[in-house]
C-alpha cells in the first residue's frame, strides 16, 4: 500500500540552474462527489471524474538557485502579479516541502493563466494546482532524471492533492478514481488512479456544456462546505452511498449503461446539494434558475428520449452532460431555452480530455 514516504527523492541531485518548465492541466468535474475531508487533505469518501479538456490552466516555471531557507517566489497571473493568490501558493509550497526539499534551494517564478475566463464558475484550483504540481515535479525530473512515467504523474498527483483535493483528478485522461476502493485496483486516498478497464465507447468524448448561473463568489467556500460535514448528522451514511454508487457507476462506464449514468450522476449532484442544506450552519449554493434548468433538462428527457442529464458542482453552475452523438439536438435546447437562465447568456462547450500537457518552452 503506497505510503507518504514512498515520495521522498532519494540521492543527490543533480545542479540545474536556471530553467524554465511548463505544463496545461484541466479542470475535471466529480460524477460521485467528494464531500467531507479527513487531517492532510484526504478524502472522507472516494470519487470518480471526467477531465475535461478546453477548461485548462496553463502554468510556466522558472527556477534559479538561492542560498538555502524559506520558499520563495513571485506569482504572475495573465502577465500580472496577483497578489490575493499568494497565500495559497505559500500553504501550498511550504506544504510539500517534506516532499521536494530542494525547493529551499530555488526561487520560483510561476506565471499561470487560464484559458477560460476567470470567475466563470469553472473551479481553477483543481486545474491550477495540477498544472503547477507537473511543474515541480518537471524540476524534481531534472534534478533526478532517473524518474519513471508513473513516479511522475503519480507524485505530482499526490501534491496536486495537498494544495486542493480535486486537483488530484486532473493529472489522466478519464475517469480518474481518487479514495481507496475496493472496486479500483491501486486506488489510494493518497493520489488519483485512472480506471483499471475499457471505456464503453458511447462516454469517450462525452460532452459537458457549462452553464454560468451565477458568476459571483460563492457565499460559503468548499473548504468551509467539507468541514461541515464533520458531526454531520448524515455524513456516515453519505460516505458508505458514495462507495455504492462508485461501484455502479463503474458497472455503468463499462457497460455503457446510460440509464444507471444518469440516475447515479444527478443523484449524486443533489446529495451534495442536499448535505449542504442539512449541515449546521446550513447554506443554499443552487440558484431559482439552477432548478428551472433541472427541471427543464427532466422534461425533455422524458420528451424525446435523448440521454441528456446535469451534475452541479458546490455551486450554481449545471454541468451539462450527453454523449456526442447528440450534441446537436443538446444545443438547440441550450442555445434556445437553457440560456434564458444563464448569467447574461454564458455558456461553456468541453468535452472529456487527456489530462496533462506538456508546454513548449520560447527561450
Not at 230 to 251: I, M, T, V, W
Request: with cysteine.
Amino acid at each position: 500500500m503506497p505510503h507518504t514516504t514512498d515520495f521522498h527523492p532519494s540521492g543527490s541531485p543533480l545542479a540545474i540552474d536556471p530553467g524554465k518548465v511548463g505544463y496545461s492541466a484541466p479542470s475535471n468535474i466529480a460524477l460521485v462527489k467528494y464531500w467531507g475531508k479527513q487531517p492532510g487533505q484526504l478524502p472522507a469518501n472516494p470519487s470518480v471524474s471526467f477531465t475535461l479538456q478546453h477548461c485548462k490552466t496553463q502554468t510556466w516555471l522558472e527556477f534559479r538557485h538561492k542560498a538555502s531557507g524559506p520558499v520563495s517566489f513571485d506569482l504572475f497571473f495573465e502577465g500580472k502579479p496577483k497578489d490575493s493568490f499568494r497565500p495559497k501558493i505559500q500553504t501550498f509550497l511550504e506544504r510539500i516541502l517534506p516532499y521536494q526539499p530542494f525547493l529551499h534551494d530555488y526561487h520560483l517564478t510561476i506565471h499561470t493563466e487560464n484559458t477560460f475566463p476567470h470567475s466563470s464558475g469553472i473551479a481553477s484550483s483543481a486545474s491550477g494546482m495540477a498544472a503547477l504540481s507537473a511543474c515541480l515535479m518537471a524540476l524534481e525530473q531534472q534534478l533526478y532524471p532517473n524518474m519513471t512515467e508513473t513516479y511522475f504523474h503519480t507524485k505530482a498527483s499526490f501534491l496536486a492533492r495537498l494544495g486542493s483535493g480535486s486537483a488530484c483528478r486532473s493529472l489522466y485522461g478519464n475517469p480518474v478514481v481518487w479514495g481507496r476502493h475496493a472496486d479500483v485496483p491501486g486506488s489510494s486516498d493518497l493520489f488519483g488512479v485512472t480506471l483499471p478497464f475499457e471505456l464503453h465507447p458511447v462516454f469517450r468524448n462525452y460532452q459537458d456544456t457549462i452553464l454560468l448561473v451565477d458568476k459571483g463568489e460563492k457565499t460559503v467556500s468548499s473548504t468551509a462546505g467539507h468541514n461541515l460535514m464533520h458531526g454531520h448528522p448524515y455524513a456516515e451514511r453519505r460516505f458508505q452511498q458514495a462507495h455504492d454508487n462508485l461501484s455502479d457507476l463503474l458497472k455503468a462506464l463499462q457497460a455503457g449503461d446510460l440509464d444507471a449514468f444518469i440516475a447515479i450522476t444527478e443523484s449524486e449532484a443533489l446529495t451534495l446539494h442536499a448535505m449542504m442544506m442539512t449541515s449546521m450552519p446550513y447554506f443554499i449554493l443552487m440558484k431559482p434558475n439552477t432548478l428551472a434548468i433541472l427541471d427543464r433538462i427532466w422534461s425533455f428527457r422524458r420528451e424525446t428520449g435523448i440521454p441528456v442529464c446535469f451534475t452541479l458542482d458546490a455551486g450554481a453552475n449545471v454541468h451539462v452532460l450527453y454523449p456526442e452523438n447528440v450534441r446537436e439536438a443538446v444545443l438547440q435546447l441550450i442555445t434556445g431555452e437553457l440560456v434564458a437562465y444563464c448569467e447574461k447568456g454564458q455558456y461553456i462547450c468541453d468535452e472529456t480530455g487527456n489530462g496533462l500537457k506538456q508546454l513548449t518552452i520560447d527561450n
